[in-house]
């Protein structure tokens, strides 16, 4: 079992930056692969990025140079680091987890879920 917990978030203006956390506490096997997804209302979950334990990185083309994804292995945290928000990265923010595996970008590969945080963009 993992557990993760998501911290971050808030209301921000277009233009500003905001940094997300998420804390995994278990089995780290589970943890190759942790991932950010965001959901807007009416709206699927979408991939925004994704990293593995060698921090090899992954990222939707629509975040592409504003955002970056870290992790602490030591401390067994993600990041996610959002400059330039726009508008439309306005969803609730979701970290998940995953083993070691080819597909990183469908929420279906993934084991475990945070609880989502809200992040909105508006003046």
């Known amino acids: 079992q993992v557990q993760l917990a998501e911290s971050g978030g808030g209301l921000v203006q277009p233009g500003a930056s905001l940094s997300l956390s998420c804390a995994a506490s278990?089995?780290?096997?589970?943890?190759?692969?942790m991932g950010w997804f965001r959901q807007a209302p009416g709206k699927e979950r979408e991939f925004v990025a994704a990293?593995?334990?060698?921090?090899?990185?992954h990222y939707i083309d629509s975040v592409k140079g504003r955002f970056t994804i870290s992790r602490d292995n030591a401390k067994n945290t993600v990041y996610l680091q959002m400059n330039s928000l726009k508008p439309e990265d306005t969803a609730v923010y979701y970290c998940?987890?995953?083993?070691?595996?080819?597909?990183?970008?469908?929420?279906?590969?993934?084991?475990?879920w945070g609880q989502g945080t809200q992040v909105t963009v508006s003046s």
């Open positions: 998940a987890s995953k083993k070691m595996g080819v597909i990183i970008d469908r929420p279906s590969e993934y084991e475990y």
């Open positions: 278990g089995r780290t096997s589970s943890t190759y692969y």
């Open positions: 990293i593995n334990w060698y921090t090899t990185s």
